[in-house]
């Protein structure tokens, strides 16, 4: 195996290779490594200047985040670029694939700084909850200054190679390996056409309007949010000498290290990559050239367009000439607000191959087929049996179905080796969420090829088993009644949405009904009317009111909330409606306050979820987690709705739940899991 780091002397120029794949975080071996690299090199007379490069694809993509919250081990990386920046010596840096956190920490402690083009730079840490902690916050100042500096650490966004010149935190943008490259670099320090300094030494001003401004802006838009505070705290430091600042750095970087939102955080950055890991992973995928959509309502157009924005040729179909032409319109409106928001070129634009269509049979020859056809499973069923007999051998059928069973609509197809659900989310051509269904008989390449679209379409795919809702709506109608449960024993909608607002999320559950449409919710509940439990309570008769009559949320114009005036303000009518269903149902109504709502929904989030685990339709609860950060607005600094069942303990969930359960026990169990992990101490990162 190569080794982390290693040397190579050629001629003056002292060559330090950095070889940690995948993308040479910096973890101990690489840090042991650079320092040994550096104490040799400075040593040895025969070398004049000493130059960095990375070996693999990227420089250093930061510190191994996979090191965070176990005890940490020497040589420090504040330690290791203060050693880089003392050496007495040249050290220059040639950066390439990524230079991020820790990775530019790195190369701002060396003397000078060039680039390849297409390099990415940037600091990330506080989208894991942390601050720079090895000295980015003190150096990046003094190299562009406070106010673009404090940009690029509070908003973690990451910048080109052109950029990072004008802002002054490289010295040169150049082409070539990274090796030759930094062989040239070397070469002209030696002959004095590249300047080299210690980046500490340079002295800054403090700039309070810039701090002040810093601090304001993220007042007032993340104010839930510690890292981003503690990195205005931190750069305001970098006006001190740069032991100091350094000493501060490190105190508030030992904070943010020990709060729970680092660990949510860090838990949904190795969410959003783990769903990855799926048993079909070795399965060579099929080709994807062409896409069928079949529906040309807001599904299909939102996955049609998605496909093109990927650069994929789409025909879409749907039984109606008017609606395929409406689908038309819709997709090239959504196309040119995507070129709008930078999501695509101009000239990728001119390109898109979209056809629309009344005939099936056109489908004959597409790779790939998606249904998002009305929800209705004799429809599905007529329709796969169709894709079945018309599309080439090898074709995949894939149906958006959210509820319906993907093992029937396979078993239509005649061929159910290459059905697979492919479930979206809507705006489809914006949610990251892909629930990649995996029916009984589903191919292991078909489900492969499910994976490999969605990285093509940047969405995060998760594997689902088959059952009504899969993964997402399954949990989602749990929680969704405990809502309901709330409002019927005496919470107003209001006051439940501001309590899970309160939490974290961007909306609360009558909200967000009210932005899906209760006619959707309504139809499921007709649907499932002949298979409800009597003995179960019936809490959609005030949805079931609004629905008869007319008011299916913000697309009436009225729902739960009535959006006539400037905010929406509580629909008038719900009080009445809610207290004829109570005096119906005979209950008494208790409010209960914001931690008695957040509780309770929270905790018929997690026992579904753990259900869900339990039945094996998720991977991992991991998976679980990814579903609920990318598809349905969980806080992400809170890590998922299973990372946050672990900060409560399966005590407090149980004693929750046999609470809940005395005036409800249908809805109310404790699941065996739980049960189990109380009696072995078992956590659900233990099932990761
Ligand atoms: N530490 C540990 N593992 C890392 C890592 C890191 N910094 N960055 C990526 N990985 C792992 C991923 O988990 C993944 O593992 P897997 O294959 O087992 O799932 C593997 O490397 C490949 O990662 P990606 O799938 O993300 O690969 P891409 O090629 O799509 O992207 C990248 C590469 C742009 C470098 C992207 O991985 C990335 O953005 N990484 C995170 C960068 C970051 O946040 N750095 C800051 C770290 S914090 C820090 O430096 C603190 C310091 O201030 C003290």
Request: negative net charge.
């Amino acid at each position: 195996m190569a080794e982390v780091v290693s040397t190579e002397i050629v001629g003056q120029v002292g060559l330090v290779a950095l070889n940690n794949p995948p993308v040479n975080a910096a973890g101990v071996a690489l840090r042991t490594g650079l320092v040994a690299a550096v104490d040799a090199l400075e040593a040895n007379d025969a070398v004049a200047v000493i130059a960095l490069y990375g070996a693999g694809r990227s420089f250093v993509a930061g510190a191994d985040i996979k090191e965070f919250g176990k005890p940490p081990r020497a040589p420090f990386l504040p330690d290791v670029c203060n050693r880089l920046e003392t050496c007495t010596k040249p050290v220059i840096s040639v950066l390439h694939g990524a230079a991020l956190g820790g990775g530019l920490e790195v190369a701002i402690a060396t003397h000078a700084r060039i680039a390849l083009a297409g390099v990415q730079l940037g600091f990330p840490e506080v989208t894991l909850g942390i601050i720079p902690g090895a000295g980015g916050t003190q150096r990046a100042p003094r190299l562009m200054r406070m106010g673009p500096a404090l940009d690029l650490i509070t908003t973690g966004r990451r910048i080109g190679a052109e950029a990072a010149v004008d802002a002054g935190l490289i010295d040169r943008v150049t082409s070539g390996t990274p090796r030759e490259v930094a062989l040239k670099a070397a070469a002209d320090v030696v002959a004095g056409q590249l300047p080299t300094r210690r980046t500490g030494d340079i002295v800054i001003q403090t700039d309070e309007a810039a701090l002040t401004a810093a601090a304001t802006s993220l007042a007032r838009k993340q104010n839930h949010l510690f890292s981003p505070h503690r990195c205005v705290d931190a750069v305001a430091a970098a006006a001190l000498p740069l032991r100091d600042g350094l000493a501060e750095e490190r105190r508030l970087f030992n904070l943010c290290m020990e709060s729970p939102q680092r660990a949510g955080l860090v838990h949904a950055f190795f969410a959003e990559r783990a769903v990855a890991h799926i048993p079909e992973a070795t399965a060579q995928p099929r080709d994807i050239a062409t896409v069928g959509v079949i529906g040309g309502g807001t599904m299909g157009t939102g996955i049609a367009t998605a496909c093109l924005i990927a650069g994929c040729p789409v025909i879409l179909v749907d039984a109606q000439s008017d609606a395929a032409a409406r689908a038309e319109t819709r997709i090239a409106d959504a196309l040119d607000g995507a070129v709008a928001r930078g999501k695509m070129t101009p000239e990728a634009r001119a390109a898109v191959h979209l056809a629309t269509t009344t005939d099936l049979t056109r489908l004959a020859e597409v790779d790939l087929v998606i249904e998002a056809a009305f929800e209705d499973m004799s429809v599905k069923r007529d329709l796969f049996g169709t894709l079945g007999e018309i599309c080439k051998p090898g074709t995949i059928l894939a149906t958006n179905t959210s509820y319906l069973d993907v093992n029937d609509i396979a078993a239509a197809s005649g061929r159910p080796e290459d059905v697979i659900g492919l479930h979206f989310f809507s705006p489809a051509h914006v949610m990251r969420l892909l629930e990649v269904v995996v029916a009984r008989d589903t191919a292991p390449e078909v489900v492969a090829t499910g994976f490999a679209l969605a990285k093509r379409l940047k969405k995060v795919a998760v594997r689902a088993g088959v059952c009504d809702g899969f993964i997402g709506n399954r949990v989602m109608q749990a929680y969704r009644l405990a809502a309901d449960h709330m409002m019927l024993d005496g919470t107003p909608p209001s006051a439940i949405d501001q309590a899970i607002r309160a939490f974290g999320f961007a909306m609360g559950p009558f909200e967000t009904s009210d932005l899906a449409g209760l006619d959707i919710a309504w139809a499921n509940r007709k649907r499932l009317a002949a298979h409800r439990d009597p003995a179960a309570r019936y809490v959609g008769g005030v949805a079931d009111a609004l629905c008869e009559a007319g008011q299916f949320g913000r697309k009436t114009g009225i729902g739960f909330y009535d959006y006539a005036g400037d905010t929406p303000v509580l629909n008038p009518a719900l009080e009445d409606l809610i207290s004829a269903e109570q005096a119906r149902l005979g209950v008494t109504p208790v409010a209960l306050d914001p931690d008695a709502v957040t509780a309770r929904y929270l905790t018929a989030m997690i026992a579904e979820a753990v259900r869900v685990l339990e039945d094996g339709i998720a991977l991992r609860p991991i998976d679980i987690d990814a579903v609920f950060l990318f598809g349905y607005g969980f806080p992400r600094w809170r890590g998922g709705p299973l990372h946050y069942a672990d900060t409560l303990g399966p005590d407090t969930l149980i004693q929750n739940i046999e609470t809940f359960a005395e005036t409800d026990p249908l809805f109310w169990r404790v699941p065996t899991l739980l049960v189990e992990m109380r009696d072995t101490g078992r956590r659900f990162a233990d099932m990761n």
